[in-house]
């Protein structure tokens, strides 16, 4: 087009029959090359469309198998990634990123739990210390495993440190503050919430009242403030 702008100009606005002749097989080269190329824009995103879509099954398979070893807490994974994709929004996270990160984040928070025998996942009491110790090893473990996975988006640093807490007691790093990743502390607020409100065999389940209210007690030390306030008030 700018090249046709400069030839009429050049021309000096005299356009005849010769300038014409000259113009349409330049006008077609261009219209042809720009189809073109615009086909294989469209063949190429069909493709990644379809990869990604075949990706994200995996995950999903990955993520179900994991949740079926876990009888405990059968289904969370599921609810925790509605949850987490809805506060996320609410936050205000539009990153396309950072959307798809939290995406598969919340469906593979709990992968290190292959690593976590059996007997402990699905103790009918609490937890020792020492199988404490031997659950909260699952973070980490899991971070290793999804690092052979060459993921597009941030999905490894969510999984790592979804237990950090906002003062920094947590694991595995003891990260604090806004060095937690935000797709960490939005997951980490959903995780509980839904943990507290779901049947265990040490426990009943909680009211979504006492289950919030138990939020509100760990806001500013274990979880994040405006993701705690966040929930709350939209969590229904």
Known sequence: ????????????????????LLMMPLLG????????????????QQKNAELNRVFLSTIEALAMAIDAKDQVT??????????????????????DKQTKALEAAALLH??????????ILNKPGPLTSSEFERMKLHAA??????????????????????????????????LSGTDIPIGA????????????TSDRPYRPRLTDEDAINILLERRGSMYDPLVVDTFVRVYK
């Open 1 to 20: 087009g700018a090249s046709i702008a400069a030839l009429m100009v050049y021309s000096g606005h005299q356009v005849n029959v010769a300038f014409v």
């Open 29 to 44: 080269v261009i219209y042809l090359t720009y189809r073109s190329s615009t086909k294989r824009v469209e063949a190429e």
């Open 74 to 95: 059968h289904g969370h994974i599921r609810r925790v990634q509605r949850y987490t994709m809805a506060l996320a929004e609410t936050v205000g996270i539009k990153d």
């Open 110 to 119: 709990d992968t290190g739990k292959l690593a976590v025998p059996e007997y």
């Open 141 to 174: 473990v899991g971070a290793d495993i999804l690092k052979s996975i060459d993921f597009p988006y941030p999905v490894v640093p969510i999984v790592r440190h979804h237990h950090e807490n906002w003062n920094g007691t947590g694991y595995p790093d003891n």
């Open 185 to 196: 502390r939005i997951l980490s607020v959903v995780d509980c919430f839904d943990a507290l």
